[in-house]
């Protein structure tokens, strides 16, 4: 008799979701039914999405807590829908357009390119109401302003010329709730592309109408080289005077040893060693001017320090309770703007940004301990959190949001608000990737051409010969074993997403510069603020010489031990990264501390002009 074949994992998780449901005696209560989203009180959540304006898909869909008190699907991402016919058209141009090499003035980006005045990009408000209004009536009222402002905003820009942007309400809503809750907030972005992630809308909104301080974070400080975060930081300051800007990076010192390391080397519990967090606090001492006790912060970053520096009670393991709240639909939902700042002597800090820019890493390092799971998914953050840091200093953790713009969709994608797996056609965003850096020298590849079954001539080298997206995701399968199930062809899907997530991780470093940034380099080069940088980054300048000495000789610094040791470390999509500013352990054949990866010169930083 035949042994039957055991369950997977994912078999045995749907098999309790289906007897769970089959217990409530509802069939209806999935994550995508018009039931999933009742709250306990039995009110119903009215259905926010704009599927009569525009065809929404709805991705990244999360199961139902054992608790069923909240419904994780209520803020999943609603992006518009792509037809079938541009998915194919873009596969084919991947297949077919040989890549060439951009220049560096093609590198340089504008924020009024990004978000121009003329094109009303600016993001849904929420309508005026009163405490007359039933509860009911305030959400139609929120639906209808939210669908006007849907409708102008496509009646002003052609079908095509908008990047992908959030269509669901609830998440919108969210950010209202942050927005009107906090005193001070904390607009997070990437480092690398930070004018991708800057609604000047959203900015004006908030020191305008609200009245309220911003600090720009340029996190993941540690990703760039230290001139062209200096020149970024200016670059910002030009656009708005008003603007505090603090740079911040959780993983100081922390350079990946190889291209395909899952994760920057560190310690466990090494959240208290961020850079930055000290910065913050004298942005906030500056804007509430003695009006709040934040003297309790400064002396909990000083007691991380010392333990940090004695090497004994770690974060994770000890120190001060942390206490957090999930505020409720019904108590925000009929909740006013506060006009009173600093209420009951609380500093309240909204964090707020666009997905997979750290604001989870940011909040751990404030706090000096794990307390948020972190993952590169986008729309991981589901639920609107506080935190008290302090008993004077609160932080709001809001989901992530994506603004519309006019960037293109394939920047987008590498700059991780997209959920890779997730993509129909992920090509022309690898290609976009290998026009803008030296792909040929950091991963190694070999030509399909050249491949042993492939008559070529054997003097020929890979760089001699034209790439298209598909080959370098093709020799990039090849090289990486990833094979189809059935035909055991090249799966070049798959390692497509793989070098989309080297990207998104910052392993195949792509940095945008701001406007004229080549024609001042020199300037940006021997700026006297490079050693507070470089401090912050946690990198000294012997360092860099070691790293660029040992990329020349190694080109990416990986054996064939370590590749196969790494060899899935790009390809977890979905799970939390649990491991962010874990131990990784030393064995015999790792580097040393001192050899890493030049990441600068992916950027072309080295070459003359």
Not at 269 to 296: M, N, Y
Not at 349 to 371: D, E, H, Q, T
């Amino acid at each position: 008799m035949p042994r039957k074949k055991p369950f997977s994992n994912k078999q045995k998780k749907k098999q309790l979701q289906v007897k769970r449901e089959k217990k409530r005696g509802d069939t209806g209560s999935g994550p995508s039914s018009p039931n999933a989203s009742v709250e306990r009180g039995g009110e119903r959540q009215s259905d926010t999405s704009d599927s009569e304006t525009t065809d929404v898909r709805k991705i990244n869909p999360q199961p139902l807590s054992r608790e069923g008190r909240y419904d994780p699907n209520r803020f999943r991402l609603h992006f518009e829908k792509e037809s079938k016919e541009e998915v194919e058209k873009r596969k084919k141009l991947a297949m077919e357009k040989v890549l060439q090499p951009v220049s560096d003035k093609e590198l340089e980006v504008d924020i009024n390119d990004i978000y121009p005045s003329e094109k009303g990009l600016g993001f849904p408000r929420r309508p005026s109401w009163n405490y007359e209004m039933t509860r009911e009536n305030l959400l139609r009222k929120e639906e209808k302003s939210y669908r006007e402002y849907l409708d102008e905003l496509q009646s002003r820009n052609p079908p095509g010329t908008l990047s992908h942007f959030e269509h669901n309400l609830e998440t919108w809503r969210q950010l209202w709730r942050v927005l009107e809750m906090s005193d001070v907030i904390l607009l997070i972005v990437d480092i690398r592309h930070p004018v991708l992630q800057f609604p000047p809308a959203l900015y004006h909104y908030i020191t305008g109408d609200l009245q309220k301080q911003v600090i720009l974070v340029l996190n993941k400080a540690d990703l760039c080289p230290p001139p062209l975060v200096i020149a970024w930081k200016h670059y910002m300051t030009s656009q708005f005077p008003h603007l505090q800007i603090v740079c911040f990076t959780s993983h100081p010192g922390q350079p990946y040893s190889t291209v395909l390391q899952k994760k920057r080397m560190g310690r466990k519990g090494d959240w208290s060693k961020a850079g930055g967090p000290i910065d913050i606090l004298k942005a906030c001492q500056e804007i509430t001017a003695g009006r709040v006790d934040v003297t309790s912060w400064e002396q909990k970053i000083q007691r991380d320090a010392v333990a940090e520096r004695l090497d004994g009670e770690r974060a994770d393991e000890g120190g001060d309770a942390v206490l957090m709240e999930h505020q409720s639909d019904s108590a925000m939902e009929m909740s006013s703007p506060s006009q009173e700042l600093y209420k009951d002597g609380v500093l309240t800090l909204g964090c707020i940004g666009f997905p997979n820019v750290g604001k989870s890493s940011v909040i751990n390092s404030l706090v000096g301990r794990k307390v948020v799971s972190v993952s590169r998914t986008p729309g991981h953050t589901k639920y609107f959190q506080t935190y008290y840091l302090t008993p004077t200093v609160k932080l709001c953790d809001c989901p992530g949001l994506i603004f519309p713009s006019r960037v293109k969709k394939q920047l987008q994608i590498l700059a991780g608000i997209y959920p890779v797996s997730q993509l129909q056609e992920p090509y022309s965003s690898v290609g976009y990737l290998c026009e803008r850096t030296p792909f040929l020298s950091v991963l190694k590849l070999k030509h399909p051409s050249l491949q042993e079954n492939q008559p070529h001539d054997r003097n020929q080298r890979s760089e001699e010969f034209s790439w298209t997206a598909w080959d370098v995701c093709e020799a990039w399968a090849e090289r990486r074993g990833y094979k189809t199930a059935k035909a055991a062809r090249n799966d070049v899907y798959r390692a497509a997403n793989s070098l989309l997530r080297l990207a998104i991780d910052g392993r195949l470093c792509l940095c945008l510069r701001p406007t004229g940034y080549s024609c001042l380099r020199e300037h940006w080069e021997n700026h006297p603020d490079l050693p507070e940088i470089m401090a912050l980054q946690g990198r000294m300048a012997e360092e860099e010489e070691i790293g660029e000495r040992d990329d020349e000789d190694d080109g990416e610094s990986s054996t064939e031990p370590e590749e196969e040791k790494d060899r899935d470390a790009d390809d977890d999509e979905d799970g939390d990264d649990e491991d962010e500013g874990f131990v990784h352990r030393r064995r015999k054949h790792d580097k040393p501390p001192g050899f890493t990866v030049n990441m600068y010169n992916v950027l072309r930083e080295n070459e003359c002009e």
